[in-house]
């Protein structure tokens, strides 16, 4: 069964940094394209980053391209993603996923940035 | 403003069938497979359609999926109580070289 556990969200000011993890379990990581997805209070799914299983192509979002960094360890079963230069309207619960366009989602992690 | 335009809502009664739209262009829709998402708040979305028209396995029968040009439909026959939540379409789109969601379509069974 595919399983996928996001972690390292919580309280940020603006401008501060976070680094979030997917730890998945259940298929052959390397095997699979991964991604990030969040969803603001009262808005809907918006696609941040995708990378691919053996990391030489990654791709993002106008919205985070310079201050989000996706990326991938296939010997831990790890998917990250670097949040930098945060702000406010960063503010939501962000989702890892299998595949380009996810088949399978964790339950979120939530980040909230807040002075 | 998504580039995929859904209702912001939909309803219907016990049994009924309900559709719920995704407009797109060539760009996304066009030329690209449709993803349909079912998600209700603190919860993991959940995939409902693949490729346009695909169930994943545990998905019922009596939701359906279809593509036409720069469109596509989510039909669910049958509706019950536990169909109440938010449904969302998904497509790669050339122009942003991106995955696109649609703003979500909020579906209350009365």
């Known amino acids: 069964e595919v399983h996928l556990v996001e972690s390292g969200g919580g309280l940020v000011q603006p401008g501060g940094s976070l680094r979030l993890s997917c730890a998945a379990s259940?298929?052959?990581?390397?095997?699979?394209?991964m991604t990030w997805v969040r969803q603001a209070p009262g808005k809907g799914l918006e696609w941040l980053s995708s990378i691919t299983g053996s990391s030489d192509y990654t791709n993002y979002a106008d919205s985070v391209k310079g201050r989000f960094t996706i990326s991938r360890d296939n010997s831990k079963n790890t998917l990250s993603l670097q949040l930098n230069s945060l702000r406010v309207e960063d503010t939501a619960v962000y989702f890892c996923a299998r595949d380009k366009t996810p088949f399978y989602w964790g339950q979120g992690t939530r980040v909230t940035v807040s002075s | 403003q998504s580039v995929l335009t859904q209702p912001p809502s939909a309803s219907g009664t016990p049994g009924q069938r309900v559709t719920i739209s995704c407009t797109g262009s060539?760009?996304?829709?066009?030329?690209?497979?449709v993803y349909w998402y079912q998600h209700l708040p603190g919860t993991a979305p959940k995939l409902l359609i693949y490729r346009n028209d695909l169930r994943p396995s545990g998905v019922p029968d009596r939701v359906s999926g279809s593509k036409s040009g720069t469109s596509a439909s989510l039909a669910i026959s049958g509706l019950r109580s536990e169909d109440e939540a938010d449904y969302y379409c998904a497509v790669w789109d050339d122009s942003l070289t991106g995955v696109v969601f649609g703003g979500g379509t909020k579906l209350t069974v009365l």
């Open positions: 259940g298929f052959t990581f390397s095997d699979y394209a």
């Open positions: 060539n760009s996304n829709i066009g030329s690209y497979h």
